[in-house]
């Protein structure tokens, strides 16, 4: 009995490469939960004038920066 070892290699590849990319997707999605955390402390520095001019009140500021995620 022979085995492949050509498709054995390319499952491990898969498997590896399977591997890799929901560590990179982990690691992305730690990077954009942080800039929205930079982005809530920036917008919470401002003043309450600051914030009326982009439309929003201090208690919407969450609401603001995950508005493509929050669906109301």
């Excluded at 590896?16 to 930079?38: F, H, K, P, V």
């Excluded at 809530?40 to 920066?65: N, P």
């Amino acid at each position: 009995m022979t085995i492949d070892n050509s498709t054995r290699s390319l499952d491990l590849r898969g498997r590896l490469s399977a591997i890799l990319s929901r560590g990179w997707n982990m690691i992305e999605q730690i990077m954009r939960t942080n800039a929205r955390c930079q982005e809530i402390e920036a917008l919470q520095a401002k003043t309450d004038k600051e914030l009326a001019a982009l439309g929003i009140t201090r208690d919407q500021i969450a609401l603001y920066v995950f508005r493509d995620k929050a669906w109301i």
